[in-house]
């Protein structure tokens, strides 16, 4: 079955330091690829996607996402945080055949960061 | 900036009541879903509906019915709430990407 592992389920930071938080999944096929985030009090909005092409995805806020299909991973990178990416950030799976349909996609648990002014 | 809304943001209610959830999306999307979320876990679809007059459970049980008579409207409706239906329901719309609503915290004491 397939399955989604974000391997930090809590991350606190300083601001200006670097960020980096792993995800793993499990499926041998062609894949599309999301993180979300959810700011306190608000929706969950997309981050990025990754679909295919370039492997380095730019999102919004400065933040970037490495397809790695040999290591399975998309981790979700920014070199310099701010407290205001305090933030529950979930990634997301869904098999290319299910392109379009996000009934299939695939969550992890999520990853809270919490940045300190 | 996502167009979809939820209705309400917080409920507390007393075992054995009926309660509705409201979902609205202004942006004509034919997809729409409701997820279960809890802390500490992965969102569950519970029910997703590809178009009007169109639903279908998710992967995660639940006790929960939903409808599609109009495009932009998907409410969820439990008939007798239980302690163990207090979560967080997300509605989502979808074309391509997923738009989400701000959610309704439902307690049931």
């Known amino acids: 079955a397939q399955s989604v592992s974000q391997h930090n389920h809590h991350v606190i930071l300083s601001e200006a330091a670097s960020l980096e938080l792993g995800c793993n999944y499990s499926y041998g096929g062609t894949v599309n690829l999301f993180w979300y985030v959810q700011y306190p009090g608000q929706h969950l909005q997309l981050l990025l996607k990754y679909f295919s092409g370039d492997p380095l995805v730019k999102g919004i806020k400065g933040f970037e996402a490495e397809f790695i299909k040999s290591k399975f991973s998309f981790n979700l990178r920014k070199p310099s945080v701010q407290w205001s990416d305090t933030a529950e950030y979930f990634c997301?799976?869904?098999?290319?055949?299910?392109?379009?349909?996000?009934?299939?996609?695939?969550w992890g648990l999520g990853t809270s960061l919490g940045v300190n002014p | 900036e996502a167009d979809i809304y939820q209705t309400p943001r917080y409920l507390v209610i007393g075992t054995g009541k009926k309660i509705t959830l409201e979902c609205s999306q202004t942006?004509?999307?034919?997809?729409m879903y409701w997820y279960q979320q809890d802390p500490g876990m992965e969102l569950h679809l519970i029910h997703y509906s590809y178009g009007v007059n169109s639903t279908e459970k998710g992967d995660l049980s639940s006790e929960s019915t939903v409808s599609r008579i109009r495009t932009e409207h998907f409410p969820l409706t439990l008939e007798s709430a239980r302690p163990s239906h207090t979560s967080q329901y997300l509605c989502a719309s979808s074309h391509g990407e997923l738009f989400f609503g701000e959610g309704s915290r439902l307690t049931v004491l």
């Open positions: 942006m004509g999307h034919d997809k």
């Open positions: 997301a799976v869904n098999a290319e055949s299910n392109a379009g349909n996000n009934r299939k996609l695939i």
